[in-house]
Nanobody
């Protein structure tokens, strides 16, 4: 079992930045690919970014390339999502997830075995 706890969400003005953290406990964190997803009210869950177990491979949703950066610190069992130049359309609940077996890259959403509870990000115009 892996437990995931997100933090770092909040209210920010358009153009601002936030850094989300996802702390993992349980089974060896370093063996998991990690992903960030988001879901706005009434919308489908979106795949925002992912990082391989080693950190050597990353994935970003096209609209977030250049604005968001995913990273991980396996010594701290934590994955991060640095979000810059935030826009109102980024408003959503952000979730992190862990995939033991990626089954391709980027890992398809069906690969993710464990999910956090989410953290709210609100970007005001």
């Amino acid at each position: 079992q892996v437990q995931l706890v997100e933090s770092g969400g909040g209210l920010v003005q358009a153009g601002g930045s936030l850094r989300l953290s996802c702390a993992a406990s349980g089974r060896a964190f370093s063996g998991y690919a990690m992903g960030w997803f988001r879901q706005a009210p009434g919308k489908e869950r979106e795949y925002v970014a992912a990082i391989s177990w080693s950190g050597g491979s990353t994935y970003y949703r096209d609209s977030e390339k250049g604005r968001f950066t995913i990273s991980r610190d396996n010594a701290k069992n934590t994955v991060y999502l640095q979000m810059n130049s935030l826009k109102p359309k980024d408003t959503a609940v952000y979730f992190c997830a862990a995939a033991l077996s990626a089954r391709g890259w980027p890992a398809p959403i069906s690969s993710y075995d464990y999910w956090g509870q989410g953290t709210q990000v609100t970007v005001s115009s």
